[in-house]
């Protein structure tokens, strides 16, 4: 098996391992889907109080996927956990490393229902083979 | 070897040939999403937990007070079992059945799961349609008497589908509903649809314009369930729901 699959797997686990927020930068962590197509990578990201696309801003390299979304209003939690502390969400942030290299320039997005979809071409070199 | 699984009950608790609702974390959270919205809207009490000593080592505290994460609720003529964490995959065999033998027990009378199932142009559906998968002839009656679509053909996998099993082997009848919904994520639009069709079963009118209005919060809220059953149905199977089974007749 690949050392990408070892390296996916890996970062599935850590992800769970990890918390679904940052408190110092006021940000949640969204929940992802990374659908691996023959043509492209399609990344669907879930955004519960986003407004519309004017909030989002996504950045695409040729190998990774930046997310920032900003809520329409702030998420608070009081008394919450061991900390007990008084926290507050006001966005949503999430880097992504895409299992193939990309063609940014080939990307597009919609967002419905605060639903964001990302369809992003994978670079493929194709050759005809003759058959002799 | 069996899991020991034990219900603990409360003391003093009546029922009379009760319907049973389930709503465990799965599918779009649909199951607990709902479940968590009829406990609010019918004012049902806890009236006992489950407890295994193979579940994680886990409680949770709701203003202060120490409560178990799998529990149920109810009142003389309902019983609502759900949990706040995820099943794990290798207790749900033993679950359904300690569950089965106490809803026989019970004596009851029906067992209604609600769960998603997963579409992949979900995000173009503004109402989800929902299917009903039955355990045997009376099920299935209750399920077309009500104009719900049976599901015809196709894979069932998790805790629902074991229940219909250990269900069917008790003489119970137990029904399945299954809304439309995201696979991975809580999908507050898919419990709704499943509810309106269990209102329509149980002839009650369980408002669910409320869990609609707090749709975005409870996406928010559910996100770490979310994450943690993600992990539970891949090793459940839940992947084969999307897929055609050989067919013959």
New interface residues.
Partial sequence: MSDWFDEFFEQAYN??MRP?WDAFDKC?V??I?IEDREEEIVV?V?L??VESKDDIELNVTEDSLEITAKMREA?RWERWGASQRYLEFRTFRKSIRLPEKVDPEGSRAIF????L?VSIPKVRKRYTIKIL | MPKEIKIVEKEGIKVDSPVVIEGFPDVGLVGTIAASHIVDQLGLNEIAYIESSVFPPVMVLHKGILTEPARIFGNEKILLVTSEIAIPPYVIYDLAKALADWFKKKGAKLVISLTGIPVQER??IENPMVFGVGNGDDALSIIKRNNIETMEEGFIAGIYALLLKECLKRNIPAIAILAQS?????DPGAAASAISSLNKILNMNIDVKPLLER???I??KA??L???TQ?AMGAMKKPLETEIPLMYH
């Fill in positions: 992800e769970l679904s949640l969204p929940l889907n669907t879930d519960p109080f998420i419905k229902n605060g639903i979809k | 995000m173009e995201f696979l991975n994520y809580p749709a975005d919060e996406r928010v996100r770490d979310m994450r943690q992990g």
